[in-house]
């Protein structure tokens, strides 16, 4: 199982994903508040 933990705020968010050991398995991002943050928050998913 994977898990997403995002860090909201105002105009810029922190993503990072973790497996179940707790681990990290992607570095972190950071995306803006709009449709091509989200974006670019979907396409941390596809790869």
């Known amino acids: 199982m994977l898990y997403c ?3 909201i705020a105002k105009y810029k968010h922190e993503a990072t ?3 179940e050991a707790g681990a ?3 570095d972190s991002i950071s ?3 709009s ?3 989200c ?5 941390m998913f596809r790869s």
């Open 35 to 37: 449709k091509e943050g």
């Open 5 to 7: 933990g995002i860090d």
């Open 17 to 19: 994903v973790i497996g």
């Open 24 to 26: 990290a398995l992607l």
């Open 39 to 43: 974006e670019k928050l979907a396409a």
């Open 31 to 33: 995306f803006s508040n």
